[in-house]
């Protein structure tokens, strides 16, 4: 073993890392730790526009398709909502473009009063540092999502360093600010359980927590957006971890996911959630 990887064993239980892990769900489990980003389409899943486009939060019922009249709103055989007492956070990856997208995410979130978190493509940074800027300007948190959207857990250590160095800095340079968490592509090597030593190792030297998520949408999987099947994919990832009362939901920076997002976010406070920010390391 190279002293690299021996360092970078030896700081991985140092490692900060963020609340925002996906529970007892390990990645590659099921199909929500087969993340992949939203430009990795698959054509056999599309279905008719017109299904999606319209989708509105009033045609999708929690409950109209259970067979267990005897369970309350919660799933869980309560009386209460699936969300009540609980909080979640919004967080989007894959940023700042398209930049038409984000004007509107920023837009929505202006409008509900609701702060959120975006792990933002360093190369992308690069290419619009003015429009990453509108991040932080509207109050959001802005955090490295690596500068190329490779799989961080295949790559070498100095390649992760490279990635995760230069997006730091492009962040810096286009903001003011500097990122304190990374959420790697794909999830690789950031769950717990799995965690990749080079990737450990290169974010305790950037002083990066590693983090996750709880919620996966898969916004970015045709039909792009949040229309009804994913509505519903949502709600049971929540019935799936009812003892947590603070959930992070992943979203993209999508044309599908900007026009959706309002409804979404109706569709979460009718489920009693409360919206919180996310936390700072």
């Given at each position: ?11 991985r239980?140092d ?12 990645q ?9 980003r ?6 056999d899943?599309?279905q ?17 398709d ?8 919660d ?10 007492g609980?909080?979640v956070?919004l ?29 933002v493509?360093?190369?992308?940074v ?34 992760v ?5 230069q ?31 080079e990737?450990?190792?290169?974010a ?7 983090v996750?998520?709880d ?9 792009e957006g949040l ?13 799936q ?5 603070e959930?992070?939901?992943l ?6 996911t900007a026009r ?5 976010i ?16």
């Open positions: 073993m190279s002293n690299n990887n021996k360092q970078a064993n030896a700081k239980d490692v900060k890392r963020g609340d925002d892990k996906r529970g007892d769900d390990k590659g489990d099921d199909k929500w730790g087969d993340y992949k939203h430009d990795d389409k698959r054509g899943d599309k008719g526009d017109d299904k999606w486009g319209d989708y509105k939060r009033h045609d999708y019922k929690r409950g109209d259970k067979g267990d009249d005897d369970k309350g709103d799933g869980n055989g309560g009386d209460g909502k699936l969300g009540d609980k909080t956070v967080s989007f990856d894959d940023g700042p473009a398209p930049i038409g997208a984000l004007k509107d995410i920023l837009k929505t979130l202006r409008h509900e009063d609701i702060k959120a978190e975006f792990f493509v360093g190369s992308e690069e290419e619009n540092p003015q429009k990453t800027k509108m991040i932080v300007r509207e109050g959001h948190d802005i955090q490295n999502h690596s500068w190329s959207h490779v799989n961080l857990a295949t790559a070498s250590e100095e390649q360093r490279m990635e995760l160095s997006t730091q800095d492009a962040i810096a340079d286009a903001t003011g600010v500097t990122a304190t968490k990374v959420r790697p592509p794909f999830g690789a090597g950031g769950f717990e359980g799995n965690i990749d030593p990737l450990a190792a290169v305790a030297e950037l002083d990066l927590a590693i996750t998520w919620i996966g949408t898969v916004d970015w999987m045709t039909p229309g009804p099947e994913k509505i519903a994919n949502i709600e049971n990832q929540f019935l971890q009812p003892d947590k009362s959930y992070n939901i979203m993209h920076v999508t044309e599908g959706d997002l309002p409804a979404f109706e569709q979460l406070s009718d489920w009693g959630f409360t919206f919180g920010e996310p936390e700072m390391f």
